[in-house]
């Protein structure tokens, strides 16, 4: 998963010593030139005291955890019994069992395919001890299964990982046979093509943006080949974490702009492969919410009117994360946020969120979708359909940001789920090619509960709003009293969300019940 890096690794080796301060000057360091995949030598082994536990027998090889982990920190593989019984022999023989029970006889690689009379693959997770930053958001997403929990790394418990990686990995690539595309979901075990995010970068632990690129690299990188992929990216969170010299977790080209011009230098990459006859590469701008709703928008604009086939991923986290929350146009009203604090004079912050997806649907022709990395079958279509899309394409993607919205570095995945379904970041697709009529070419599909105000409790059938939401998040902690009462401040922020929903039923043309 790492690419060569000759020539680099005295640059890697000096940081690694603490002597980065110290190294001569190179002609890459003079270009601010980083390899591909330098990332993948970083070690984080003693960021966290607790490490995710894989329980063999109650896994169903869902590949939630896999998709979810936003430092490519676990991995899955599907092989042969006897490449795993091989492997298994090259180890001390009180070592082979716990080997071998890395391995599960699920329903899905094995069960399915001996009924169909041809022969079953055993299927493991294997967790990479030197990229894991015991988030914990692997346990959380496997939820009912069981498979995951975290333990304590002591009393021989990181040697014993360290060994199961190692052996796990030598074991060969999963067969092409169990790499069908019916379960998008199932993109990542395809290393090869999918996997272009190699972990290592420098987010925070459980961080929602890492695990939104990493989906968007492996549904484009399994379509297109890594060598067909550009990115860039503007100023943020992204570019600190993903470019952080001298490592660089992206195993595709990629290139850093400044905060509001990562689309007009898009501009001119996509001018200049289209005249070299590279129009089959995909290019994609990378930028948040404060670059592409706020001083990003303009050019953002322009890319979308200009009729070039580049592709957009927002991630929105509803603040500027990279400078220290500030409030942004897509920041909720009544959430806390610098510049927009919440005090006696003024209860948080009191304008509107700007909807950037509603905008880019007034340009004309252009794919607008946005999504969730929770909903992993939405999310893995949208980006397919914008990578096919003869045009601009732009994706909004929910992203929390832990340390902002002040949620633990688990509730990634949660939180997400929990902003679709309260109707603060409704899923949606707009596809110019499905009609004339807005009423042709939006579709809500995925949404619970599409054509009601509010999603209710299949049980219950209580209503799950936006005040629900807010409850669950520090950043709207002010907004509720001690009786757990919201303010009329997040009632205005809740009048405007069911607003928006209303108003992209009515576009879409869905009846209310």
């Known amino acids: ?37 330098t990332a993948a ?18 896994c169903v090889a869902c590949m939630e955890c896999v998709t979810a982990c936003p430092d490519t920190a676990i991995l899955a593989k599907i092989a042969d019994p006897e490449e795993v019984e091989k492997e298994a022999k090259t180890l001390p023989a009180n070592q082979q069992e716990d080997f071998k029970n890395q391995w599960a006889q699920t329903t899905k690689f094995h069960g399915i395919f001996e009924k169909k009379g041809e022969k079953g693959g055993l299927f493991s997770i294997y967790i990479d001890p030197t990229k894991c930053k015991g988030c914990s958001e692997c346990v959380t997403v496997c939820g009912s299964h069981d498979a995951l929990s975290m333990e304590t790394k002591e009393n021989g418990v ?5 060994m199961l990686y190692k052996h796990i990995h030598r074991v060969p690539p999963t067969p092409d046979r169990f790499l069908a595309k019916k379960l998008p979901i199932d993109v990542m075990l395809n290393q090869e093509k999918s996997l272009l995010y190699v972990g290592g970068a420098g987010s925070c632990a459980g961080c929602g943006e890492a695990t939104a690129i990493r989906m968007m690299l492996a549904s484009t990188g399994e379509e297109y080949g890594r060598e067909n992929i550009g990115i860039i990216a503007a100023t943020g969170c992204n570019t600190v974490y993903g470019s952080t010299y001298p490592h660089n977790p992206y195993l595709v080209t990629w290139a850093n702009s400044l905060f509001e011009n990562a689309p007009t230098t898009a501009m001119g990459v996509r001018a200049r492969w289209d005249q070299m006859g590279d129009q089959n590469k995909r290019l994609w701008v990378m930028g948040g919410d404060g670059a592409m709703y706020d001083i990003g928008f ?12 580049i592709k957009v991923l927002v991630l929105d986290t509803q603040v500027y994360s990279n400078t220290g929350g500030q409030a942004s146009t ?4 009544g959430q806390a946020a610098k510049m927009s604090p919440h005090g006696k ?3 948080g912050k009191l304008e509107s969120r700007k909807e950037l997806s509603n905008i880019a649907i007034m340009h004309p022709d252009v794919y607008v979708a946005q999504t969730s990395a929770a909903f992993v079958n939405h999310f893995y279509q949208v980006i397919r359909e914008a990578n096919a899309f003869p045009g601009p394409a732009l994706v909004n993607v929910y992203t929390t940001c832990q340390p902002e919205h002040l949620v633990p570095d688990d509730k990634a995945n949660e939180q997400s789920k929990k902003a679709v379904q309260s109707r603060a970041f409704p899923l949606m697709i707009h596809d110019p090619r499905k009609g004339e009529s807005l009423k042709e070419r939006l579709n809500l599909r995925g949404n619970p509960g599409m054509t009601d105000d509010w999603m209710k409790d299949s049980k219950t059938e209580k209503e799950f ?10 950043r709207f902690a002010k907004q509720f009293d001690r009786d757990g009462n919201p303010s009329e401040t997040l009632l205005l922020a809740q009048s405007r969300v069911l607003k ?4 992209l039923q009515e576009l879409a043309g869905v009846k209310k019940s």
């Open 41 to 58: 030598v970083r070690d984080f082994t003693h960021i966290s005291t607790e490490i995710p536990r894989y329980d063999f027998a109650k």
């Open 158 to 162: 990181l040697a014993r990982y360290q």
């Open 465 to 474: 709003n936006f005040s629900d939401f807010a409850r669950t998040e520090g």
């Open 345 to 347: 004079s003024q209860p």
């Open 1 to 37: 998963m790492v690419a060569n890096l000759t020539g680099f690794k005295q640059v890697l080796d000096g940081y690694e010593d603490g002597r980065g301060h110290n190294l001569p000057a190179d002609e890459l360091a003079a270009r601010a030139l980083i390899p591909p995949g």
């Open 298 to 309: 303009q050019a953002l604009s322009r890319m979308l009117t200009s009729g070039m086939d």
């Open 500 to 503: 928006n929903w209303r108003l």
């Open 330 to 333: 897509a920041t909720f009203t």
